[in-house]
């Protein structure tokens, strides 16, 4: 009684078992997708922020600008075969958790950068993709596109690096004077930062490691001294190194797609007296 070739590959295929790092015997005819967060394999992973204070910029008659130290992240990767006719994406996924930006103009008022939905707690977190790549924060060295099948592991790097280089209006941001009035600069903005590989043929998450962070600013300005030496920092030099959790956490679904930071921030004018206004409605 002879068995036909392609029934007998079949019949193999389906006995032939392979390994898996945990020691477990899974057949490739299984419909479930091999890989698992323990076949995943993330080594150096690095997670800092510069060891250098904020640079402020005085050049410009009409803004302050500031620049603070980056925080990088990277981490290299072995991936395991890929069996199936899948895709997978390693990299970074960024949201802010948390934002505090306030520019205070004497006892005239302050203007303030700040995310409404954050600000009224309906949402824990927004993403902090460039806007394009949703859900991850870049895509040049911050993913890495795997696409099956593969017959061996593949091997590769993916980092990010942010920081803020924002400008600030010498003078009130509602007035038609040019008249410098502004006297400090306080921000304070947390992020979580995810390394996930994803499935985007089944949308499958699989979460490797989670990073906390947190960017403070605090500058004092003269406005009544020559531009170039009004402002100078305050409070801490060095930021706070990242915190890389011993546990996952969820990426909330809104962090995932849109609006972004970028998008969703409203500039608010906040005076001492009278009703805040809108100077820059969201995108």
């Known amino acids: 009684h002879s068995v036909q070739p392609a029934r007998l590959t079949w019949l193999l295929l389906t006995i032939t078992f392979t390994y898996t790092a945990m020691g477990c015997i899974q057949s490739i ?8 967060r323990e076949n995943i394999v993330v080594y150096d992973l690095s997670a800092t922020i510069d060891h250098c ?10 803004v302050l600008r500031y620049k603070t ?14 069996a199936r006719n899948e895709t997978w994406v390693v990299g970074w996924i960024q949201a802010c958790t948390q934002m505090e930006f306030y520019n205070t103009y004497g006892d005239i008022g302050m203007s303030s950068w700040e995310l409404p939905q954050l600000r009224e707690g309906l949402v824990r977190a927004i ?29 590769f790097i993916v980092s990010m690096n942010d920081n803020f280089y924002p400008s600030v209006t010498w003078a009130v941001p509602v007035s038609e004077s040019n008249t410098p009035l502004l006297t400090n600069i306080k921000r304070d903005q947390s992020f979580t930062t995810w390394l996930v590989a994803l499935n985007t043929t089944s949308r499958e ?41 011993t546990r996952m956490e969820p990426i ?3 962090a995932m797609g849109r609006p972004n ?22 995108k």
């Open 205 to 245: 998450k699989i979460l490797l490691h989670t990073i906390k962070w947190r960017m403070r600013v605090d500058i004092a300005v003269d406005p009544t001294k020559p531009l170039g030496s009004r402002a100078r920092l305050m409070g801490r030099v060095h930021q706070d190194q990242p915190r890389v959790l």
């Open 69 to 82: 130290p980056y925080f990088k992240a990277s981490a290299r990767i072995v991936m395991p075969p890929i």
């Open 127 to 155: 993403s902090d993709s460039d806007g394009v790549s949703y859900p991850w924060y870049g895509n040049t060295t911050e993913t890495v596109t795997i696409v099956g099948p593969t017959s061996k592991p593949s091997r």
């Open 252 to 254: 909330p679904l809104n």
């Open 29 to 36: 005819a299984c419909n479930k997708s091999r890989i698992k």
């Open 53 to 62: 204070p904020t640079v402020i910029e005085e050049n410009s008659p009409i």
């Open 261 to 282: 930071a970028n998008d969703a921030q409203v500039l608010m004018w906040r005076p001492r007296r009278g009703p805040p206004l809108v100077v820059i409605p969201p």
